[in-house]
């Protein structure tokens, strides 16, 4: 069976699931025994730890350090032992205490000062502390012994034993609340033992016999584990559910449309097993006969299960098969191991496992500097050649067990995740501020284009120059697998880091390697041989921006150039009046825009500044931007251009690198947001209007279809589309389209790596982007006979270009006063939509 988990009898776990009443989730429970049911208020206390959890009595009168109702706890990945904690069953046999357990005798009532007051029993204290003691001598030796992970925790001390046993207490309460930390001392510790001796087969060596002999007693007589519930969207990096169901550990998971949307966790849905169970009772033959491929429609029920293993991890995404495998074989290596998705490398040294991971995985050889090492892609062996199914791991270390002992010196504990070829944190980076960025460091002295630096897609140099070498089918002329193409392709090696700011991409005087862009608008550079003496001094006029630590030596004109007297100098002065003759020559080229600005309260998210990548999508406008940028003096920084290019209604985008898209994501995704996945997956919606019932109705019907694409998570995108379309929008939502666009791509991009992909860059960027369907519905579109019977209730782009001589393509006043007057008849609904020709009178 590829996708069930067995128990430790080998057995496979039907999963019992469990709708809360009058809610819109449940329970779903992986159980060896009868499941157990959760109340309501565990999922109240799922952003809490154990010890917070309110302290409350059960039926007997006893205090408990957890929610009697709950009997689980929720997942921690720094204290993997709790879901081995003794359960309440009444075959785990209690070995501490001697009969104390129950609270029998265990607290007395003294007078002091005549004063009742509250203790502990004498042959409490001596027992309790003893049984406790020895607990926590074996949970240090076993954190000291030598197969222990490296710096992985043991439980902590809540009080100190010894000292709250000799308390006296003003009331009962106090006492059994005490008593209550000391039985957790115990429940952990013994927890911790009972974990420790089933994830590692070789926990014994190295230990002496004693604390073997009390180690195998104070575990001997347990069966029933405690349990653990999971948030799968939060706990997938270090769940380990394979583990737990192995070592009879009874799992609950929270289900809701979160989790039932995402494919990720298909084989853990409700539908799942019942499809699996429905078909075995149909048949009634034994589960563990049952192949998936016997399932009838099982691909089309569930199309996502194959590319999942019983990790939830996904070994077909980023995945590259070397097949120059054999022209390295020769070489001396250093190997190393990726086992689980985002966790650290780590170095193989043993020659015999080394030759076992070469022969048993693909792999993928990468060349840095000198060094020569093969990185193995160990998610799972494919046993199968072209096999898409989820195989047993027949390797020599049991995946289960490595994951559960690797988890604290490898795994993305505490948020932090590792590039998968250099094993380096890939933490976040807080956002700096935006002059911190003006002064960074200068890049190569290779010259390149601004075009290049800009993003224009068409005019791109092929191939993209890299900064590393790598020997694998990664390449465009390689062939390449159908399923593997369709996957998402992670940041290539040595250029996550790298990825330059969408800043230096516009910013002349932030990179060494392109040369200032006003100084290539104007006269040849001063150290040209063939200039004179006048050239270099424009070209030094031109110079607003010198590179940082550039020396510049006083030309005869330009002799003033340091004058302190508080005056502007010669050179200030002659940059200012080539600025101005520089706006007067280009500014009806450029044009002033409409009578709308951005509301200054708007700011750039600095995370769109720094890993944005700029594309402009003609010449013309390219020009604009650049030529409005150089004749813009000191307030030509990157927020000003992109804000005077919305304005202005220059078409551009904004794509954002696959590998920094979690930036912009939810830390916390809702359940609306990760179901909304499900629907960007849909067929295109179909936005046709129909003029039935005169301007009455057409244009009801037209703000409704129009509202209802632009309050989508995407819609934001239209802001950058310039010109018509996002004046229209303005109507319909305002600033607030502007507010979002400046904050960075939508749940779409950021969560779903849905819209408009670059596939030609090695980053591959995303962006929002509107559909056909989406943009005629903002026009207004009533699809007649054919082209020319269409008719829209906005005039086209194409329409302006050739109906109107003043429009060059920038938004003008004139746009503003044209448009503000269809608006006008659309409020008073006395407006018609026209055809193009009708546009044109």
């Known amino acids: 069976m590829e996708y069930l988990y067995h128990d430790s009898d080998g057995n496979p776990v039907h999963a019992i699931y469990q709708q809360v009443e009058d809610q819109n989730y449940g329970w779903q429970h992986l159980s060896k025994s009868s499941p157990r049911w959760l109340s309501e208020a565990a999922k109240a206390l799922k952003d809490l730890k154990p010890e917070s959890y309110p302290l409350k009595m059960d039926h007997n009168g006893v205090y408990k350090p957890f929610d009697p109702d709950l009997l689980m706890s929720w997942f921690d990945a720094s204290r993997p032992w709790r879901p081995w904690i003794p359960g309440p069953a009444a075959d785990n046999v209690a070995q501490w205490w001697n009969g104390f357990n129950g609270m029998t005798n265990a607290i007395i009532t003294t007078r002091v000062l005549d004063e009742q007051v509250f203790s502990f029993a004498e042959a409490l204290k001596i027992i309790c502390l003893e049984d406790t003691l020895s607990v926590i001598r074996c949970c240090s030796e076993v954190q000291r012994s030598s197969a222990y992970p490296i710096g992985a925790p043991i439980p902590a001390l809540p009080v100190d034993p010894a000292e709250a046993l000799d308390k006296i207490f003003e009331s009962i309460a106090e006492a059994e609340e005490e008593f209550s930390h000391l039985k957790r001392i115990m429940l952990e510790g013994i927890g911790f033992l009972w974990w420790w001796i089933d994830v590692c087969p070789q926990w014994a060596e190295g230990m002496d016999n004693s604390t073997v002999r009390s180690i195998r007693a104070w575990t001997a007589e347990l069966r029933t584990k405690n349990g653990v519930i999971l948030d799968l969207t939060r706990d997938a990096p270090s769940m380990n559910i394979p583990l737990w169901v192995a070592k009879d550990v009874p799992v609950a998971y929270l289900w809701s449309a979160m989790e039932d949307g995402n494919p990720r966790f298909t084989s853990l849905s409700p539908r799942f097993y019942d499809a699996y169970y429905g078909h075995v009772e149909s048949l009634g033959e034994p589960l563990t006969h049952v192949a998936s491929s016997k399932i009838p429609r099982f691909s089309s029920l569930f199309p996502y299960a194959a590319k999942y293993d019983i990790f939830l991890q996904n070994p077909w995404e980023n995945f590259f098969y070397d097949r120059t495998r054999n022209r ?79 988890r604290f010196e490898y795994a993305p504990i505490h948020g932090v995740e590792y590039q998968k070829e250099k094993g380096i944190p890939m933490e976040k980076q807080s956002r700096p501020a935006l002059e911190s960025r003006s002064n960074s460091p200068a890049g190569s002295k290779e010259s390149t284009s601004l075009r290049d630096r800009i993003g224009s897609p068409q005019l791109r140099p092929e191939p993209y120059r890299r900064t590393y070498t790598i020997s694998s089918s990664s390449s465009d002329h390689a062939p390449r697998e159908a399923d593997h193409a369709t996957t998402s392709m992670a940041n290539p090696p040595g250029t996550q880091k790298e990825t330059r700011s969408l800043e230096s991409r516009l910013s002349d005087h932030n990179n060494e390697r392109v040369p200032s862009l006003v100084t290539r608008l104007s006269s040849p550079p001063r150290n040209s041989l063939s200039s004179s003496a006048r050239e270099a001094a424009q070209a030094a006029v031109a110079d607003v921006y010198p590179s940082e630590g550039e020396i510049h030596l006083p030309l005869p004109f330009l002799e003033d150039q340091t004058a302190s007297t508080g005056e502007p100098s010669r050179a200030e002065t002659a940059r200012e009046v080539f600025r101005e003759k520089a706006n007067d020559w280009y500014r009806a080229f450029i044009g002033i825009g409409g009578s709308w600005r951005v509301p200054e309260e708007l700011d750039w998210n600095d995370d769109v500044l720094r890993y944005g990548i700029l594309y402009v999508q003609d010449d013309d406008n390219a020009t604009r931007l650049k030529l409005h940028t150089a004749t813009s003096g000191q307030s030509a920084t990157l927020p000003v251009a992109l804000t005077w290019a919305i304005e202005t209604g220059i078409p551009f985008r904004i794509g954002y690198p696959e590998a920094e898209l979690d930036i912009f994501a939810p830390p916390r995704p809702t359940e609306v947001e990760h179901a909304l996945g499900t629907l960007y997956q849909l067929p295109v919606q179909n936005y046709t209007l129909k003029w039935e019932k005169g301007s009455l109705g057409g244009l009801s019907v037209y703000k409704a279809l129009a509202t209802s694409v632009l309050v989508q998570a995407h819609a934001r995108s239209v802001v950058f589309y310039g010109g018509i379309l996002h004046w229209i929008t ?39 982007t509107l559909t056909v369907e989406e943009q005629n519905a903002i026009y207004g579109l009533f699809p007649g006979e054919g082209a020319e019977s269409d008719r829209t209730i906005w005039p086209t782009e194409e329409c302006l270009l050739q109906g109107m001589d003043t429009y060059n393509g920038c938004w003008t006043r004139e746009c503003d006063a044209i448009f503000n007057t269809i608006w006008k008849n659309i409020e008073n609904e006395t407006h018609s939509p026209l055809t193009k020709s009708g546009w044109a009178q």
Not at 372 to 396: F, N, T
Not at 737 to 753: D, F, K, T, Y
């Open 328 to 406: 390295l074989d020769h070489k001396s290596h250093e190997v190393y191991i990726v086992d689980f998705e985002g966790w650290k490398r780590r170095l193989i040294t043993d020659p015999v496992i080394q030759a076992e991971y070469r022969q048993l995985f693909k792999w993928r050889a990468i060349s840095i500097r000198k060094e020569h090492y093969l990185l193995h892609w160990r998610y799972r062996p494919i046993a199968r050649q072209g096999s898409m199914l989820m195989e047993v791991d027949y390797s020599v270390e049991d995946p289960k067990i490595l994951r559960e002992l690797l």
């Open 730 to 768: 303005r109507k319909f939502r305002g600033d607030e389209l502007i507010a979002e666009a400046m904050q960075g791509p939508s749940i779409r991009v950021s969560l779903h790596r849905q819209g408009w992909l670059d596939t030609r860059h090695p980053d591959f960027p995303r962006c929002d």
